[in-house]
């Protein structure tokens, strides 16, 4: 079992940053894929991004293509996202994930992934 407890969290005004931080434990390991999606208020959950343990690659949703980062220690068994430039449109409750055998074509699809955190709100102003 995982689990999974993200923070960082806040409001901000548009154009500012932010940094989210989900921190893991449990049955993790370097086979484990972890990801950021979010839910804003009536609308369906969509990816953010997604970082797998090996490889070095990076999967991200086009619309946070340029502005978001998602990095991990896996030292700290911890992953983040750096959001910059920050929009109205992405005030949303962001929830970590975990998942085993996580592969690139289903990096971003939230049936991928087995855990998920209590989530972190992220309102943006304008």
């Known amino acids: 079992h995982v689990q999974l407890v993200e923070s960082g969290g806040g409001s901000v005004q548009a154009g500012g940053s932010l940094r989210l931080s989900c921190a893991a434990s449990g049955s993790t390991d370097r086979s484990t894929c972890l990801a950021w999606f979010r839910r804003a208020p009536g609308k369906e959950r969509e990816a953010v991004a997604a970082?797998?343990?090996?490889?070095?690659?990076?999967y991200y949703a086009d619309f946070v293509k340029g502005r978001f980062t998602i990095s991990r220690d896996i030292a700290k068994n911890a992953v983040y996202l750096q959001m910059n430039s920050l929009k109205p449109d992405d005030t949303a409750m962001y929830y970590c994930?975990?998942?085993?055998?996580?592969?690139?074509?289903?990096?971003?699809?939230?049936?991928?992934?087995?855990?998920w955190g209590q989530g972190t709100q992220v309102t943006v102003s304008s």
């Open positions: 994930a975990a998942g085993l055998g996580v592969q690139s074509w289903n990096a971003l699809l939230a049936n991928s992934y087995n855990y």
């Open positions: 970082i797998p343990t090996r490889g070095g690659f990076t």
